[in-house]
């Protein structure tokens, strides 16, 4: 199973640039404004993140599994 590649920053961006409560859309379209993103980091977000409305980062985090990850990118 792929993982997303740049885990560092979309876990800083979570955490300090996206503004909540946010929806599946609301992150989606954030993420593909985002020139610091790959396609394929892009397509594996849009895919990976489940339907719902999030009301922080952890709670993304959690969706995505991004809590294990995060400390193999820091």
């Known amino acids: 199973m792929r993982i997303l590649q740049n885990i560092k920053g979309a876990i800083d961006h979570l955490k300090t640039h996206q503004t909540y409560p946010a929806t599946k859309e609301d992150l989606v379209k954030e993420c593909n404004e985002l020139a610091d993103f790959s396609e394929d980091d892009k397509s594996w977000f849009m895919k990976t993140l ?23 990118a820091m």
């Open 50 to 72: 489940p339907e719902g409305t999030y009301n922080s980062a952890d709670d993304v985090m959690g969706a995505l599994g991004l809590h294990q990850a995060q400390g193999m």
